[in-house]
């Protein structure tokens, strides 16, 4: 079964510095990647997602993630955060052995992003 | 304005109650699904349901039912049996598969319930 793994449960960082989010999946095969933003006592919002193509995906709001197949990671990064960047991030993966074609998603267990000033 | 509505948001029972936990999505998705989170434990799979009238267990079902009678309604009910039902529950939705799909998950704002 696919699997996710965020290596970081917890990542402190000062505003404007750069930071990356670490997320690696177990299968190789073809998947639909995707980083989801929580705030606090709010759903999930979606931020970016890798569907095919190329593999540097961008958000709105100045992140990016870069698939990369060999290393099977989908790390998320942004050059400058902001105080408003505080949330909470998960890594989803589309999960091919899906039973009867059913499109589950696999969720890692999630990284706090804390921005300080 | 489309969207998935979760009602209410904060949600306090007894121990030993039966509570359903709404969730309504205008979005004419066919692929509903219902999480658990709890601090430091991700999101797990309690319910999914791909058309109506039809559902499949997830990964943590035991305590829990669902319904599936109407498309745009997926209601969690809470049972007496579940020993540990306090967290927070996430209602999704997304597009089922009919060649169009990409897996991607909409979500609504969440219900947060308390059981003492």
């Known amino acids: 079964a696919q699997s996710v793994t965020q290596l970081d449960s917890q990542v402190p960082v000062f505003e404007e510095a750069p930071v990356e989010l670490r997320c690696n999946y177990s299968?190789?095969?073809?998947?639909?990647l995707f980083w989801y933003v929580q705030y606090p006592n709010q759903g999930l919002q979606l931020l970016l997602k890798?569907?095919?193509?190329?593999?540097l995906v961008e958000s709105i709001n100045g992140f990016e993630a870069e698939f990369n197949k060999s290393q099977t990671s989908f790390h998320l990064r942004k050059p400058s955060v902001h105080i408003s960047d505080t949330a909470e991030y998960f890594c989803?993966?589309?999960?091919?052995f899906g039973q009867g074609g059913s499109e589950k998603l696999v969720f890692g267990k999630g990284t706090k992003l804390t921005v300080n000033p | 304005d489309g969207g998935i509505t979760q009602s209410p948001k904060y949600l306090f029972r007894k121990e030993g109650q039966n509570v359903t936990l709404s969730c309504e999505q205008n979005?004419?998705?066919?692929?509903m699904y219902w999480y658990r989170q709890d601090p430091g434990q991700g999101l797990r799979l309690i319910y999914y349901?791909?058309?109506?009238?039809?559902?499949q267990k997830g990964d943590i079902a035991e305590g829990y039912s669902v319904s599936r009678e109407k498309k745009e309604s997926f209601p969690l009910t809470v049972t007496s049996a579940q020993k540990n039902p306090t967290a927070f529950y996430l209602c999704?939705?997304?597009?089922?598969?009919?060649?169009?799909?990409?897996?991607?998950?909409?979500f609504g704002p969440g219900t947060r319930l308390t059981v003492t």
């Open positions: 999704a939705s997304s597009i089922a598969y009919r060649g169009t799909s990409n897996y991607e998950q909409y």
């Open positions: 299968s190789s095969v073809s998947v639909y």
């Open positions: 890798y569907l095919s193509g190329s593999t």
């Open positions: 989803a993966v589309s999960d091919p």
């Open positions: 979005l004419n998705h066919d692929a």
């Open positions: 349901s791909q058309i109506v009238n039809d559902f």
